[in-house]
């Protein structure tokens, strides 16, 4: 009996009806969004975390084989870049978008490949017939568009929480992750056409909407916002401190922060977060670095935005009350001795 082969992945979540057109050690560290790595370098070299801004929109189904209380037997995520924007449940059987200018998307009509699922799952369970209980369907599919205008693409199956087949859109293949996956990956290559429209999709229909999520984000958050910066410390002990600096709320993602020593690039090892996303769309970063306390006026924070006139550059700067914090056991012998010295001097005048 053949396998019932799934919906076209043209007709997924997301895909409107009607639309289907498209110092010792020297480091430099650099902040930057998109894809990239870091490593630290030998002396002399710079450490940075550099690549091309992208965007990417990816989706997340799960489907439960049977009805369960308090869970969804259907469900979708959907995430823009860093920032899950909008999601679904057979419970409400509505979008409810997750950032505020998804307002717009949901206005618009979207086809639920509920039964794309259910058919899937009806064939699994005929494969598999000592699978009782409840079992789960996931597919993760997206694409990325990359600032040099190249594109990227994924679709991944996955049964009870496991890898299950996934598709090569350069070759046209099913690559299979588990042995039950087999007669699929054979039923579903008898079917150029399947593949044909899976890359398709990621190529092309994937990426149309994700220009338009992006069109519909820039509408909102047209306003450049510059980084709120900051530069904290921590002591660990005489010889060693740590400098934290934090740049938060900017727009866009894109941002520079390098520590520099007396305006050079720094010559101390340098701790760098990845560039996160707060909940109202913005972004924030932190960078750390370990110095000696006596050097610690040579230090800058160095941000570099967009939204920023110029280069923001931050010092260290002690809270007020703070500066000058003597401990208490150190205060109390110290008035007694000049109490005694005092008395003694008092008694030294009134004998002559």
């Known amino acids: ?21 498209p ?26 975390w550099v690549g091309p ?9 799960l489907k439960l084989s049977e009805p369960s ?27 409810e978008p997750l950032v505020p200018w998804m307002e717009e998307a949901g206005k618009e009509k979207f086809l639920i490949p509920e039964w794309m699922f259910r ?15 409840l079992r789960t369907w996931q597919v993760n599919l997206g694409c990325e568009l990359r600032e040099d205008g190249s594109k990227g693409g994924f679709l991944c199956y996955g049964y009870d929480g496991m890898d299950f087949i996934s598709f090569d859109k350069e070759t046209l293949r099913w ?43 820039k509408t909102t958050l047209e306003k450049i916002e510059p980084p709120v910066g900051k530069v904290t410390h921590k002591v660990e002990d005489e010889r060693l401190e740590v400098l934290t600096c934090q740049a938060f709320g900017f727009y866009p993602k894109e941002i520079q922060a390098t520590w520099t020593r007396d305006g050079e690039a720094c010559k101390y ?11 109202d769309g913005t972004y924030y970063v932190q960078l750390s670095i370990e110095i ?35 401990p208490v056991v150190g205060i109390v012998p110290g008035i007694i001795v000049i109490g005694v010295i005092l008395g003694v001097w008092i008694l030294f005048l009134n004998c002559k």
């Open 1 to 21: 009996m053949p396998l019932n082969r799934p919906v076209p992945v043209l007709l997924l979540f997301g895909v409107a009806l009607g639309s289907f057109g």
């Open 23 to 48: 110092g010792a050690l020297c480091g430099e560290l650099v902040a930057t969004a998109g894809v990239g790595g870091g490593q630290q370098t030998g002396e002399g070299k710079l450490m940075s």
């Open 53 to 61: 801004p992208s965007h990417s929109l990816s989706y997340f189904y």
């Open 69 to 95: 209380q308090g869970l969804h037997q259907f469900f979708i995520k959907v995430h823009l870049d860093d920032h899950p924007i909008i999601r679904f449940d057979s419970l409400t059987w509505k979008m």
């Open 119 to 133: 058919a899937d799952l009806e064939t699994l369970s005929k494969l598999d017939q000592e699978a009782g209980g």
């Open 175 to 217: 690559m299979t992750a588990q042995p039950l996956a087999q007669k699929v990956k054979e039923e579903w290559e008898e079917d150029p056409r399947w593949s044909q429209e899976s890359k398709v999709f990621l190529e092309e229909i994937c990426i149309a909407w994700l220009q338009r999520y992006l069109s519909y984000k």
């Open 269 to 279: 090892e340098t701790l760098l977060k990845n560039v996160a996303p707060n909940s």
């Open 292 to 326: 000696d306390p006596k050097e610690r006026d040579h230090f800058r924070c160095h941000l570099e935005h967009e939204g920023l006139q110029e280069p923001l550059d931050l010092a260290f700067k002690e809270e007020r009350g703070a500066m000058r914090r003597i």
